[in-house]
């Protein structure tokens, strides 16, 4: 038979005091106040702040409940109930430690969903998903940091890895990668050299930036492949943003035959620039002769343009220009070769 008395006096309840009880709920309840004014003071400064996508009442809201659980831990783990040891540690410990990551992720994840909706609104909504991502992944990483430490884990596996002899293989192979793209991905959002929806050249690269992560750049090429580039890669590199200025210049060069007028085609040329909507006025189409080529006059023409209508612009340029030059009857000449003989070229031809 079970003696109930031999159980309680061989459990740490029995050996609870007074004083101990005074201790837990002193705890507990300087918890609680602290919670309460923590919360207070968030949500008097979300009322002023420009950041209120992680200063605000639900962020108050799960930083209260975070110190009034981890209060209620350590007040339990004053009178001995969750002071069981656990792999070098002791429960409560690694309980608060768990609380500190799981609330840091909702923290981050509703802030992450207030910056994207902000950004839909603004209508910035790709350069705001970079932030958020940069926000979300640098929170946790700091929380689970933290958790480690809490948890008393942060030496016990240092000691772990150096005894193993892999700290610097890790080190080596894989953080210095990773942190190396992390790092530059954090520069590329404050220096902005391309944003999402951007056609770009990069790292022998052409297309249209898909997306933006925290270590990657994905780039979405003409022949509609996808092309994940390392962001180390990606700010290293020379960036040319094809659609970074509202308006882009056309350079085209059109060869007339020696035999023609050449104010007459560049008068024509500068006609048919004018009669195109998309061609600016300003700056103004510049025209004139470039070389005088083997077979051809070049004439040189720049024209500006909107840089999202680039590509149909120049294709409509040349069209109408050869259309243009061939109906005033201006010749567009083919590469002519003129051979010359040292003796005279005799041909025998055949009777049938």
């Known amino acids: 038979m079970f003696n109930m008395t031999e159980i309680f006096l ?9 004083i101990m009880l005074a201790k837990a709920a002193a705890v507990l309840l300087s918890g609680i106040i602290i919670a309460n ?8 400064i979300s009322r002023t702040t420009k950041y209120v996508w992680i200063i605000n009442e639900d962020t108050g809201e799960a930083i209260r409940r975070l110190i009034i659980i981890i209060a209620l831990i350590y007040s339990l783990d004053t009178i001995g109930v969750l002071s069981i040891s656990i792999a070098g ?12 990551f799981y609330f840091s992720y909702l923290i981050a994840k509703k802030s992450k969903d207030y910056l994207l909706i902000g950004g839909a609104k603004r209508g910035n909504l790709p350069e705001v998903q970079l932030k958020a991502k940069l926000f979300y992944y640098s929170l946790l990483t700091v929380a689970f940091l933290i958790a480690l430490n809490i948890a008393g884990f942060t030496g016990k596996l240092t000691t772990i890895i150096a005894a193993a002899g892999i700290t610097g293989i890790i080190l080596g192979f894989s953080a210095q990668t990773v942190i190396a ?45 996808l092309v994940r580039i390392p962001n180390e890669k990606v700010f290293n590199s020379e960036i040319k943003n094809l659609q970074k200025f509202p308006a882009r210049r056309v350079d085209v060069i059109i060869g007339i035959a020696y035999k023609e007028d050449v104010s ?12 195109m909507p998309l061609v600016l006025a300003e700056p103004e189409p510049a025209v004139y002769v470039d070389e005088l080529a083997d077979s051809s006059v070049n004439i040189y023409v720049k024209a500006w343009a909107p840089s999202e209508k680039w ?24 590469p002519q070769r003129v051979n010359w003989f040292a003796e005279e070229l005799r041909v025998k031809v055949e009777k049938e």
């Open 37 to 44: 004014l923590i919360k207070r003071w968030i949500v008097g």
């Open 181 to 225: 793209n992390f790092i530059s991905g954090i520069f590329m959002y404050f220096d902005k050299p391309l944003k999402i929806g951007d056609p770009v050249e990069v790292a022998g690269y052409s297309g249209v930036v898909n997306d933006i992560r925290i270590l990657s750049t994905r780039i979405r090429t003409w022949d509609g492949v």
């Open 264 to 275: 007459r085609a560049i008068e024509v040329i500068k006609k048919t620039l004018e009669e």
């Open 89 to 100: 540690t002791t429960l409560s410990n690694l309980i608060s430690a768990f609380l500190v």
């Open 311 to 334: 590509f149909d612009v120049r294709s409509t340029i040349l069209e109408k220009l050869k259309k243009a030059l061939e109906r005033e009857g201006i010749e567009i000449p083919f």
């Open 10 to 18: 061989s459990s740490p309840l029995s050996e609870v005091t007074p």
